[in-house]
Nanobody
């Protein structure tokens, strides 16, 4: 089995910063894309950012220039540095990883349990 454990959420004032972390553990041979999604109350889950094993990144237009995704392949960990936070960024943030459990196996999609980010004065 594979587990994704997120940390780093919390309450922050507008303009502030937070850093989210997500560590994958368990039966892992390799991880392809890792990413962060978010879901605000009453809205659908949306992609925030993702990063390939080679370091290629993409971002939602709403966070470009404010958020930075990175990963440590040796630690199976992905990070999301969030700066200049806005009230509209308030949501539950979910980590996602495409994990290959054996050599040559197909990637399986795994999700973390979510971490709350609240931006409010």
């Amino acid at each position: 089995q594979v587990q994704l454990v997120e940390s780093g959420g919390g309450l922050v004032q507008p303009g502030g910063s937070l850093r989210l972390s997500c560590a994958a553990s368990g039966s892992i041979f390799s991880i392809d894309t890792m990413g962060w999604y978010r879901q605000a109350p009453g809205k659908e889950r949306e992609l925030v950012s993702r990063i390939t094993s080679g370091g290629t990144t993409n971002y939602a237009d709403s966070v470009k220039g404010r958020f930075t995704i990175s990963r440590d392949n040796a630690k199976n960990t992905v990070y999301l540095q969030m700066n200049s936070l806005e009230p509209e960024d308030t949501a539950v943030y979910y980590c996602n990883a495409a994990v290959r459990r054996i050599l040559g196996g197909s990637p399986w999609n795994y999700w973390g349990q979510g971490t709350q980010v609240t931006v409010s004065s």
